[in-house]
C-alpha cells in the first residue's frame, strides 16, 4: 500500500537501544575501572603518567551511540562529557554499533577490531596504542579469566585482586566519583 507510512520494526528498534544501553553502562564501569585502576595498579599509573597533562582521549560508539571521553589531569584521569569544547587528540569511532558491541562485551579485542578496520582513528598512533594498552589492562580486571584468554595476548599476573577493584569501583559509584568534569 502506497499510502502506508513506514514505521520501524519495535523488535529492532528494542534490540538497538537495549545495545546502547549496555555500551554506555561497559564505557562508565570501564572509566571507572581505568580510574581505579590508575590508584591501584603501577602498569596503568605509569602508562597514564606518561600522558601529556590535558590530553584528551574519546571512544565512540557509532554516529550516534554512547561515547566515552577522559582527559589526562595532574592527579590521574578524569571523564569529561562528550558536549565539552574540549580538543580531543586520539579518538576512536566505531563504524557500526554491532562492531563496538562485540568489543566491549568482550566477544573481540581491540586489535582484533582494528584488524578488522571496525573503527576510525585520529591522532597519534602513539598515543592511541598507549590508550589501547590501559584498556586492555583495565578488561584484564574487568573481564573474567574465560574472556580475557580469548581476547588478551598477553597476561600479567594482576597487582590486587579483581574483587578489590570492583568494590572499589562500587564505592566510587556511591560517592559520585566518575561523574563528567565538564
Same mark, same amino acid.
Given at each position: 500500500?502506497?499510502?502506508?507510512?513506514?514505521?520501524?520494526?519495535?523488535?529492532?528498534?528494542?534490540?538497538?537501544?537495549?545495545?546502547?544501553?549496555? =555500551?554506555?553502562?561497559?564505557?562508565?564501569?570501564?572509566?571507572?575501572? $581505568?580510574?581505579?585502576?590508575?590508584?591501584?595498579?603501577?602498569?596503568?599509573? @605509569? @602508562?597514564?603518567?606518561?600522558? @601529556?597533562?590535558?590530553?584528551?582521549?574519546?571512544?565512540?560508539?557509532? =554516529?550516534?551511540?554512547?561515547?566515552?571521553?577522559? &582527559?589526562?589531569?595532574?592527579?590521574?584521569? +578524569?571523564? $569529561?562529557?562528550?558536549?565539552?569544547?574540549?580538543?580531543?587528540?586520539?579518538?576512536?569511532?566505531?563504524?557500526?554499533?554491532?562492531?563496538?558491541?562485540?568489543?566491549?562485551?568482550?566477544? $573481540? *579485542?581491540?586489535?582484533?577490531?582494528? %584488524?578488522?578496520?571496525?573503527?576510525?582513528? *585520529?591522532?597519534?598512533? +602513539?598515543?592511541? &596504542?598507549s590508550f589501547a594498552r590501559v584498556?586492555?589492562? %583495565? =578488561?584484564?580486571?574487568?573481564?573474567?579469566?574465560? $574472556?580475557?584468554?580469548?581476547?588478551?595476548?598477553?597476561q600479567e599476573k594482576r597487582q590486587?585482586? &579483581?574483587?578489590?577493584?570492583?568494590?572499589?569501583?562500587? %564505592?566510587?559509584?556511591?560517592?559520585?566519583?566518575?561523574?563528567?568534569?565538564?
Amino acid at each position: 500500500n502506497k499510502n502506508k507510512k513506514w514505521t520501524p520494526d519495535p523488535v529492532y528498534w528494542l534490540c538497538c537501544q537495549g545495545k546502547k544501553l549496555v =555500551e554506555a553502562v561497559i564505557l562508565y564501569v570501564l572509566y571507572a575501572g $581505568i580510574y581505579q585502576l590508575y590508584r591501584l595498579d603501577t602498569d596503568v599509573r @605509569e @602508562e597514564i603518567s606518561g600522558w @601529556e597533562i590535558g590530553r584528551v582521549y574519546g571512544l565512540q560508539c557509532s =554516529e550516534k551511540g554512547p561515547s566515552l571521553y577522559l &582527559m589526562r589531569t595532574e592527579d590521574g584521569i +578524569c571523564r $569529561i562529557s562528550s558536549r565539552s569544547h574540549h580538543k580531543t587528540d586520539v579518538f576512536f569511532a566505531f563504524k557500526s554499533s554491532d562492531q563496538a558491541f562485540q568489543v566491549v562485551t568482550g566477544q $573481540i *579485542s581491540v586489535a582484533h577490531a582494528y %584488524a578488522r578496520h571496525a573503527f576510525a582513528l *585520529s591522532g597519534d598512533i +602513539c598515543h592511541a &596504542m598507549s590508550f589501547a594498552r590501559v584498556v586492555d589492562r %583495565a =578488561e584484564f580486571y574487568l573481564f573474567p579469566k574465560i $574472556i580475557t584468554e580469548r581476547i588478551l595476548k598477553h597476561q600479567e599476573k594482576r597487582q590486587v585482586p &579483581m574483587v578489590y577493584v570492583y568494590i572499589r569501583i562500587a %564505592a566510587g559509584f556511591l560517592t559520585g566519583a566518575y561523574r563528567a568534569r565538564w
